[in-house]
């Protein structure tokens, strides 16, 4: 699974272009099209989309830009970016780099990230493979602020994580 599409606002807005309801249909839909696992993850910075690298065509360009000309009313600027292996990575590391962004800008892309993941949801080794990696990339490319914050994230992560769901066959 990798970041085959990006949404991002025109004009280098941010915002949600999508309510945490029109996520939901837009994972619902990828199912339907793909018969696939996928991620949607929904920031300001615009939607990622994680599909298998076979579901990364023209074709399904074209068939999302007709979901989205029905769904999203803002202005935004589709790209398939499955030609660039790290392109996901390197957008964090963006985030994470960025000195005109403010603390609460890399902030909330992580606490976002990190919520809408669900990794028992999905094909588990390409969650936990997406997991792994953006926490790699915070450790690698972090400052000592985002790094306290990733420690303080993953621990109440784990605070959460219900066994009885971890136990289920």
């Known amino acids: ?7 991002k606002p025109a004009l280098g807005k941010k915002k949600l272009l999508l309510s945490r309801q029109g996520q939901e249909n837009l994972s619902h839909w990828l199912w339907k099209t793909t018969q696939d696992h996928s991620f949607v993850f929904n920031t300001t910075q615009g939607l990622y989309l994680f599909l ?3 579901h990364c065509t023209v074709s399904m360009k074209k068939q999302l830009e007709d979901y989205l000309q029905g769904n999203i009313s803002e202005d935004y600027i589709l790209y398939n970016c499955s030609v660039e292996p790290h392109y996901f990575m390197n957008e964090v590391e963006r985030v994470l780099q960025d000195e005109k962004a403010s603390t609460f800008s890399w902030k909330n892309f992580m606490n976002s990230f990190l919520v809408q993941l669900d990794p028992f949801v999905g094909d588990s080794n390409s969650i936990a493979y997406l997991f792994k990696s953006f926490v790699g990339i ?6 000592e602020a985002q790094l306290d ?8 992560l ?5 066994l009885g769901r971890l136990l289920e066959v």
Do not use: A, Q, S, W
């Not at 699974?1 to 949404?7: D, E, K, N, R, S």
């Open 1 to 7: 699974m990798l970041c085959g599409f990006t949404i």
């Open 52 to 54: 298998p690298k076979e």
């Open 138 to 143: 915070i450790k690698l490319k972090g400052n």
């Open 149 to 156: 914050y990733l420690k303080h994230k993953m621990n109440v």
């Open 158 to 162: 784990r605070e959460r994580v219900d």
